[in-house]
Every structure is written in structure tokens, then in C-alpha cells.
């Protein structure tokens, strides 16, 4: 059984940053090429970076030169490194795994900016 869990949210000034972690087990985390979402409320999911198996990364737009994403394949976790944060970062962010033809997301860990 996929199961991620996501860690290190919380309250953050403008322009601070913070780092979110993502556990990963029940798979061979190595091979499969992993996702950072976040949603907003009353906003939609959007896909924030992915980093492939191979270790190329792709951002949106919105967060490129400020976020990255990386992976430990020997601790099977995720990381989202967040610098320059700014209020519209503000959201629950999740992780996200395509394992055998099935979505997995964790629960996600709450991200807020504000002074």
C-alpha cells in the first residue's frame, strides 16, 4: 500500500522560506518520477514542480527561481525548498505519485504567508 506523508507547513513571513517534506512508502520510490501540488481555497490543484525518476525538474511559472524541488531515493522522501514566499504561496500543499495506473496524494501540510 502507497502511502505519503507530507511535513514542515506553517506560517511564514513575505519573503521567508520554508521547507516541505514528503515520506514516501509501500513503493520502489526511485523509479517513479514524483509531484508537488498545492490548492488554494477556492482555487483549483495546481501542479507546483515534478522532479522525474532521473532527477530533471519542471516548475509552473509562478514559482520558477524560487522553489526547488529535490529527492533522497536512500531516505524515500520528497523535498519542496520555498524561498522568496509570497502571499499567493499560500496553500495546502500535497505529493503525488502515479503507481501502477493510480493516483496517490497524502494529506497534505498547510503553507501559510503573512506578515
Known amino acids: 500500500q502507497v502511502r505519503l506523508v507530507e511535513s514542515g507547513g506553517g506560517l511564514v513571513q513575505p519573503g521567508g522560506s520554508l521547507r516541505v517534506s514528503c515520506a514516501a512508502s509501500?513503493?520502489?520510490?526511485?523509479?517513479?518520477?514524483m509531484d508537488w501540488f498545492r490548492q488554494a481555497p477556492g482555487k483549483q490543484r495546481e501542479l507546483v514542480a515534478r522532479?522525474?525518476?532521473?532527477?530533471?525538474?519542471t516548475y509552473t511559472d509562478s514559482v520558477k527561481d524560487r522553489f526547488t524541488i529535490s529527492r533522497d531515493n536512500v531516505w524515500n522522501t520528497l523535498h519542496l525548498q520555498m524561498n522568496s514566499l509570497k502571499p499567493e504561496d499560500t496553500a495546502l500543499y500535497s505529493c503525488?505519485?502515479?503507481?501502477?495506473?493510480?493516483?496517490?496524494w497524502g494529506r497534505g501540510t498547510q503553507v501559510t504567508v503573512s506578515s
Open positions: 503525488h505519485v502515479k503507481y501502477r495506473e493510480r493516483d496517490y
Open positions: 509501500g513503493m520502489n520510490f526511485r523509479l517513479f518520477p
Open positions: 522532479i522525474e525518476s532521473s532527477g530533471i525538474t
